[in-house]
C-alpha cells in the first residue's frame, strides 16, 4: 500500500509556471507507475500525464503536451509535475496516482490503486 501527499499548488498568473510534488510513503515506490490527473469543477476527472517505474517511458494527454513534464526520483520517493505556459482552463484540483505493475514498462490512463488527496491550482487571466 502507498500513501500520496501532494504540493505545491497555488495562484498564479496566466503564462506563469508551477511545480507540483507527490511524496509516497513506503519501501516500494519503484514498483509503481505514477500519474497526475486533474478536476475542473463541474467537470469530469482528467488524464495529464503518466511515467512508468523507471522514468523511461511518459505519456502526455494532448491537451497538456509541451508544457507540463512528469518526472520522479525513486530515491525520494517523489513524482513531480513541471507546468509552464499555464492557462485560466488549467485551474483545477490536481491529484497524483500510483498504479501497482511490478516493474511493468508500459503505463495506462486508468486503473489507478491510490490517489493523493490534491492540491488546488489556480490561474488568473
Known amino acids: 500500500q502507498v500513501q500520496l501527499v501532494e504540493s505545491g499548488g497555488g495562484l498564479v498568473q496566466a503564462g506563469g509556471s508551477l511545480r507540483l510534488s507527490c511524496a509516497a510513503s513506503g519501501r516500494t515506490f519503484n514498483s509503481y507507475n505514477m500519474g497526475w490527473f486533474r478536476q475542473a469543477p463541474g467537470k469530469e476527472r482528467e488524464f495529464l500525464a503518466a511515467?512508468?517505474?523507471?522514468?523511461?517511458?511518459?505519456d502526455y494527454a494532448d491537451s497538456v503536451k509541451g508544457r507540463f513534464t512528469i518526472s520522479r526520483d525513486n530515491a525520494k520517493n517523489t513524482v513531480f509535475l513541471q507546468m509552464n505556459s499555464l492557462k485560466p482552463e488549467d485551474t483545477a484540483v490536481y491529484y497524483c496516482a500510483a498504479d501497482y505493475t511490478d516493474g511493468y514498462y508500459y503505463t495506462r490512463r486508468y486503473g489507478y490503486d491510490y490517489w493523493g488527496q490534491g492540491t488546488q491550482v489556480t490561474v488568473s487571466s
Open positions: 511515467i512508468n517505474w523507471s522514468g523511461a517511458r511518459t
